[in-house]
């Protein structure tokens, strides 16, 4: 099976828990569901730097420690999510408590190790399940603010809801984590995708110099006091491609996190397929042709 189709997989796993539960209302609550299950669930101030949370099993009994540290409350839902995952997916629970009673995770997309992204996948699909999520766009303004209402509904992280609804949404969007002057990284809506010759931003290449983004990350102290910046940019500066074409570029630092999260956005985008003349027929021919890039 391919490490992708896995990691989708995960997510249905992810929502297939919420319909055996018959959890039907966002918020989904991770700590409800582990203790439906007999799982216990403390915090724990004092974890490693970089550790999320623990999964421990003593005989039949399982346990769940998430670190408290960071005063993120959507962290900490998805930090327990994530040990819900290594408990409910298949295989997890033999694999990362194989050799010890006590697995130490690192959630949110930092770990490169294939059952860490499963179960940061699984939590993706608890805490923001597709059905509910969709209905939940739309009701702000197109861009961050719409994605800090769904935030708000999930009570998960920014940046987890900000990846979903990248994920989700039929309109142009684009979600950049930053640090400083480097790009960690940069997820494009299907919409936005549709735009020809696009550069890819991999995680370490450059802030574009005339991007919000850039002179927002020049002090750092507007990042730690989590402020935020807005303009619009033209969309070539950001993602390269041949078309050029007016994008909202809204900018907040995400605090102690040391972080920036961009999101650009625009309705035009996608919608203006027919009426821009130079189109010629392989774009046409790129746009019909189905992609399969998940
Ligand atoms: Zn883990």
């Known amino acids: 099976m391919s490490p992708l189709l896995r990691l989708k997989l995960a997510k249905q796993r992810g929502e297939a828990v919420l319909s055996e539960e018959k959890i039907t209302e966002l918020a989904v609550d991770p700590f409800e569901i582990a203790a439906r299950h007999n799982i ?12 999320s949370g623990m999964l421990l099993r003593h005989g039949n009994s399982f346990g769940i420690l998430y670190a408290s540290d960071i005063p993120n409350e959507g962290f900490q839902r998805f930090s327990v999510a994530h040990e819900l995952g290594h408990y409910f997916l298949d295989g997890h629970i033999d694999h990362v408590l194989l050799n010890d009673d006590v697995h130490s995770s690192r959630a949110g ?3 490169g ?13 608890l805490l923001m399940p597709a059905k509910l999520f969709t209905r939940l766009m739309g009701r702000s303004r197109l861009g961050l603010a719409d994605i800090e209402s769904a935030r708000d509904i999930c009570k998960t992280s920014l940046t987890a809801t900000a ?3 990248a994920e989700l949404t039929d309109d142009a969007i684009a979600v950049i984590l930053s640090t400083g002057r480097t790009i960690d990284y940069c997820i494009l809506s299907e919409t936005m995708k549709s735009l020809p010759d696009l550069t890819w931003l991999k995680r370490g290449s450059p802030v574009p110099t005339t991007s919000v983004t850039a002179q927002f990350n020049a002090d750092s102290s507007r990042v730690l006091r989590a402020e935020r910046e807005e303009n619009e940019i033209d969309v070539l500066d950001w993602l ?12 907040v630092g995400l605090g102690r996190y040391g ?4 999101v650009l956005s625009s309705r035009k985008i996608g919608q203006d397929v027919y009426d821009d003349e130079e189109d010629d027929e392989q774009d046409l021919v790129e746009q019909w042709t189905p992609r399969f890039k998940k």
């Open 40 to 51: 216990v669930v403390q915090a724990k101030p004092d974890t490693e730097s970089g550790v």
């Open 113 to 125: 190790d294939p059952y860490e992204q499963e179960a940061d996948n699984f939590a993706v699909g």
């Open 240 to 251: 390269g491609g041949k078309r050029s074409s007016i994008v909202t570029e809204e900018v």
């Open 259 to 262: 972080k920036t999260l961009t």
């Open 109 to 111: 997309f930092s770990s």
């Open 163 to 165: 990846i979903r609804y």
